[in-house]
């Protein structure tokens, strides 16, 4: 089945369109980070030609330490997120964890993401459904790219079917995550748009300790690799200080090296898209 085409706002993600980039900071640290970053990357895409929707956490709710930080909450952070697209012009996205976050954010936002550990929990993914957005759907480390199938299929009975999917990494011992690329191809034969989550792809979980560490080297490789597989389009998270970041320090993408990926990464895209 060939992918069907989604439309967070007017960003295009699926066959045939253009390459698509969400990216943002891991967790919303201030508005004026998340403002000055939307601008930043916004202006970058427009100049590649690429779609751009920016994605924030309002909480991260699978911190590793019980003490690190999470996040303004859901108020204040999609209030943060609203500003953003209105004062930049960008779609939104940012991830849910709870059924009673759902509607609140379907509000605020263009589009809601499921997090990767909790896309099979049956009562998020109805009521993120019913939300009436887009949904970005992260396949979980433990879970086979074709079983998929039945957690759109919880979207698709809610009454959504406007549902993207996003590879992120497999699970391969401990503390190690690998990337599979016959999952790209194999999601889109359900008829989804798929990403490749790039940064988070290349997390050490648990690998500092108290916090995840990661091999930042590593995200362009992976990048450029799952957009010759087939990508519809890249999740990065990027900060303008990744090691000043307060979550995801380790697998952020600096944001001096987002404009040369994402125009590396459009070009294979091209390659892919017209065969040429």
Same mark, same amino acid.
């Not at 698509?20 to 919303?28: L, S």
């Given at each position: 089945?060939?992918?069907?085409?989604?439309?967070? !706002?007017?960003?295009?993600?699926?066959?045939?369109?253009?390459?698509?980039?969400?990216?943002?900071?891991?967790? /919303?640290?201030?508005?004026?980070?998340?403002?000055?970053?939307?601008?930043? $990357?916004?202006?970058?895409?427009?100049?590649?030609?690429?779609?751009?929707?920016?994605?924030? +956490?309002?909480?991260?709710?699978?911190?590793? !330490?019980?003490?690190?930080?999470?996040?303004?909450?859901?108020?204040?952070?999609?209030?943060?997120?609203?500003?953003?697209?209105?004062?930049?012009?960008?779609?939104?996205?940012?991830?849910?964890?709870?059924?009673?976050?759902?509607?609140?954010?379907?509000?605020?936002?263009?589009?809601?993401? /499921?997090? !990767?550990?909790?896309?099979?929990?049956?009562?998020?993914?109805?009521?993120?459904?019913?939300?009436?957005?887009?949904?970005?759907?992260?396949?979980?480390?433990?879970?086979?790219?074709?079983?998929?199938?039945?957690?759109?299929?919880?979207?698709?009975?809610?009454?959504?079917?406007?549902?993207?999917?996003?590879?992120?990494?497999?699970?391969?011992?401990?503390?190690?995550?690998?990337?599979?690329?016959?999952?790209?191809?194999? $999601?889109?034969?359900?008829?989804?748009?798929?990403?490749?989550?790039?940064?988070?792809?290349?997390?050490?979980?648990? @690998?500092? @300790?108290?916090? +995840?560490?990661?091999?930042?080297?590593?995200?362009?490789?992976?990048?450029?690799?799952?957009?010759?597989?087939?990508?519809?389009?890249?999740?990065?998270?990027?900060?303008?200080?990744?090691?000043?970041?307060?979550?995801?320090?380790?697998? $952020?993408?600096?944001?001096?090296?987002?404009?040369?990926?994402?125009?590396?990464?459009?070009?294979?895209?091209? /390659?892919?898209?017209?065969?040429?």
């Amino acid at each position: 089945m060939a992918p069907s085409v989604v439309k967070i !706002a007017d960003v295009p993600l699926g066959a045939g369109a253009p390459l698509a980039v969400v990216a943002g900071p891991c967790v /919303i640290e201030s508005p004026d980070l998340c403002l000055r970053l939307a601008e930043a $990357m916004k202006k970058l895409c427009d100049a590649a030609g690429v779609g751009y929707v920016f994605k924030a +956490s309002f909480d991260k709710a699978n911190r590793t !330490a019980l003490d690190s930080f999470r996040g303004p909450g859901l108020d204040e952070g999609l209030a943060v997120l609203a500003k953003v697209r209105d004062e930049i012009g960008t779609p939104v996205l940012s991830d849910v964890h709870l059924p009673n976050q759902c509607a609140a954010a379907g509000q605020a936002l263009d589009a809601l993401q /499921i997090p !990767a550990f909790l896309c099979r929990q049956t009562d998020l993914i109805v009521a993120a459904a019913e939300a009436g957005k887009p949904l970005n759907i992260k396949k979980a480390q433990f879970m086979a790219p074709e079983d998929m199938a039945n957690v759109c299929a919880k979207a698709r009975e809610s009454g959504n079917d406007r549902i993207v999917l996003t590879e992120r990494g497999t699970f391969f011992g401990y503390r190690r995550l690998v990337n599979d690329m016959r999952s790209i191809p194999r $999601m889109q034969a359900l008829g989804r748009p798929v990403l490749f989550d790039a940064t988070h792809s290349v997390q050490t979980p648990g @690998g500092e @300790g108290n916090r +995840s560490g990661g091999e930042r080297e590593m995200i362009a490789p992976l990048a450029c690799a799952a957009v010759a597989a087939g990508a519809d389009g890249l999740f990065l998270e990027v900060h303008p200080e990744p090691e000043k970041g307060l979550s995801d320090a380790a697998s $952020m993408l600096p944001l001096s090296e987002a404009a040369a990926l994402i125009a590396k990464a459009k070009r294979i895209r091209e /390659i892919v898209v017209d065969g040429t």
